[in-house]
């Protein structure tokens, strides 16, 4: 009679601690937080790692604890299944004044303490199973509970010293299923440290172990459900959450792990109606509030998603994920100012969170608020010095500024040198990348400064093809630039990409290729206004450069070829690629007044860039501007020996 006496309340007691290892932790794991009533000592010191016993193989596989078990500890079992953990601890401690020595009343209330996160006290009754009986499997198991949970403290200390703590969880669990392999909670304990840990796979693989040794193990199978979850794999996510609720209702865990899953599918009533079942159960859970919260917003309920996300920055301040979604509802109503004050509270929290402040940059930069961009992504380079996007970030704060006051003024300051030296680092790293070639386009753009075709070398890359095109055409070689653009945009794979490409080519004022590229990334089923926006920019270049060359063939009739230099000049920097534009600027110098060495020779290259751009040209006229360019040489050549003499 007292040996199946024992093996009840062994099997009570492991059900009883699955209870209470629900699925709790990290950021990561998305669960619940400690209530009001949650106990950590915020001074409490990482435990030193801890060198297990040696055991006999005996004491090793039996994993059961010992001491008098009475029938009196069933019913406070029950009450643990149940989740009375309040009157559970009452009821293990009325056994334990009765019988001080009984072990399973002693590893129970350790339980309870431990689910109420009484965390000292219940580390006081697993320490005190262990010096009776070092060799118990689910003191262990408990102690490493414990320690997860005491991971869920806003304490600066704990978070900081977070892997000494796993690591210690880790030990404690490992020596549970060295003493107990055939137990479901030891692997269930130490699945859950895998967990934290992010060793997913490991963690599958203890937990699976576990629903094996006790199929009716609820919490395993919703840590399991977790799992998949993260994985993406959200069918199976439904089914291990399913099951788990249909072994135990109140596994708030499982309810908020289906609720997640349903919302992941776009099922938002049964998600909400989840999320509030397991809010009934455990009204502090941190992650029900947000992913409640979550749901509201994709409802379009933002009043109740603003009250779920404030509630959850309550229970738990030190989470990113809220602030920037109150920002994201805050910016949605053009409410920019209260995004950045948003964003700004939960910067206190966590001054080295990248999210909070790349979302911070990128609203100042809405906010045309330069330098407190430019201040921002300075300080994500210096956590991170190749985060590509806070070096975008950078050349566009950088640009805006320029807006705003001179450029020389912006050149003279670090901002811009550190600029390029960031986005130089990252060109090596990601040489393919085009929006970082676009924003060291536009940087040297905004200095006056052309790539150096010698430093290219031979393009390995559609990256370097798109760095050597925008030399060459600085250079006037329009048809190898227009070769190696034409080439990168056949290439394209993405609308992303044909967008930075087509900016590009805009900003080097290649207006056929950057039109091909904004119409690909359409094709690429791209925003339609940003294309729309592209291709306007570019009708308009094209429109304002044929304004000025009308005028400047105007003036040239009239022999003011100064004012139609200045025109033709406007005109090419509009559209360098205009014909008509190169040869009325050719035209000009030629017949200006007393035109220097300089200015015959640039008729003459004039001259030659529109040989190269008119294709439909007559042979015969072709000859002619040829003999003409080479007389124009000439006279240039002759006219800089005149020049020279009179300087000597």
């Given amino acids: 009679m007292l040996s199946r006496t024992k093996r009840i309340a062994t099997g009570a007691l492991a059900l009883s601690l699955s209870l209470s290892m629900t699925t709790i932790g990290s950021v990561q794991a998305q669960s619940p937080l400690p209530g009001a009533g949650e106990s950590v000592d915020s001074q409490y010191i990482p435990p030193q790692v801890y060198s297990p016993p040696s055991s006999s193989a005996a004491q090793a596989g039996s994993g059961v604890m010992t001491g008098q078990v009475s029938h009196d500890i069933i019913p406070a079992q029950k009450l643990l299944s149940e989740g009375k953990y309040s009157e559970a601890e009452e009821s293990f401690r009325e056994l334990l004044v009765k019988d001080p020595q009984d072990l399973a009343a002693t590893v129970g209330l350790g339980i309870s303490l431990a689910k109420q996160f009484k965390l000292d006290g219940a580390e006081e009754m697993f320490d005190r199973v262990l010096l009776q009986n070092p060799h118990n499997a689910l003191a262990y198991a408990g102690k490493a509970e414990v320690i997860l949970n005491r991971l869920q403290s806003s304490s600066m200390t704990i978070r900081k010293n977070r892997e000494s703590y796993l690591k210690q969880a880790e030990i404690y669990a490992k020596q549970a299923v060295s003493l107990a392999p055939a137990s479901a909670e030891s692997h269930f304990a130490l699945g859950r440290v895998y967990q934290e840990q992010a060793h997913l796979d490991s963690a599958a693989g203890e937990l699976r172990t576990a629903t094996q040794l006790d199929p009716h193990h609820s919490y395993a199978y919703s840590a399991l459900g977790k799992i998949y979850l ?95 979604k109150i920002a994201e509802i805050r910016e949605s109503k053009g409410d920019l100012e209260l995004a950045l004050a948003e964003l700004h509270s939960g910067l206190t929290q966590m001054p080295y969170n990248l999210d909070l402040r790349q979302h911070i940059a990128e609203i100042c930069l809405k906010l045309e608020k330069a330098d407190q961009a430019i201040t921002e992504y300075q300080t994500i380079l210096k956590m991170g010095p190749n985060d590509t996007t806070a070096i975008k970030g950078l050349s566009k704060a950088l640009c805006l500024k320029a807006q705003k006051q001179t450029a020389s003024a912006l050149l003279a300051s670090n901002d811009y040198e550190q600029a390029m030296k960031s986005i130089d680092e990252a060109v090596k790293l990601t040489p393919n990348d085009m929006e970082l070639r676009l924003a060291k386009a536009k940087l040297m753009a905004l200095a006056g400064t052309k790539p150096d075709i010698n430093e290219i070398g031979e393009p390995q890359n559609d990256g370097e093809r798109l760095a050597q095109a925008e030399a060459l055409m600085a250079q006037g070689d329009f048809q190898k630039a227009s070769a190696d653009l034409t080439q990168v945009i056949g290439n394209l794979q993405d609308a992303r990409q044909a967008f930075a490409v087509g900016d590009v080519a805009i900003l080097i004022k290649d207006l056929d290729n950057a039109e091909a590229a904004y119409k690909k990334a359409q094709a690429f089923s791209g925003s339609p206004k940003r294309v729309e926006r592209g291709l306007t920019q570019i009708a308009k270049l094209r429109t304002d450069a044929q304004e000025n060359v009308k005028v400047g063939d105007e003036l040239n009739k009239k022999k003011q070829f100064d004012g139609a230099v200045d025109r033709f000049r406007k005109a090419l920097s509009q559209n360098p690629k205009l014909a008509e534009a190169r040869y009325g600027l050719a035209l000009a110098l030629e017949k200006s007044k007393k035109p220097t060495s300089a200015e015959l020779a640039e008729a003459a290259a004039q001259y030659k860039n529109y040989l190269v751009l008119d294709a439909a040209l007559p042979q015969k006229d072709k000859e002619k501007f040829e003999k003409l360019i080479e007389k124009l040489t000439d006279k240039a050549a002759k006219e800089a020996q005149k020049e020279s003499k009179r300087k000597g």
């Fill in 230 to 324: 993260s994985q993406k794999a959200t069918p199976q996510a439904v089914d291990a959450f399913k099951r788990a609720i249909e072994l135990n209702s109140g596994n708030s865990g499982a309810h908020y792990g289906l609720g997640s899953a349903y919302l992941a599918q776009g099922d938002i009533d049964q998600a909400i109606q989840e999320l509030n079942t397991s809010l009934y159960q455990f009204p502090n859970s941190w992650p029900v509030r947000m992913e409640l919260g979550q749901a509201y917003q994709q409802q379009g309920n933002t009043v109740a998603a603003l009250k779920e996300y404030r509630q959850s920055i309550m229970i738990k301040p030190e989470n990113a994920t809220p602030y920037l």
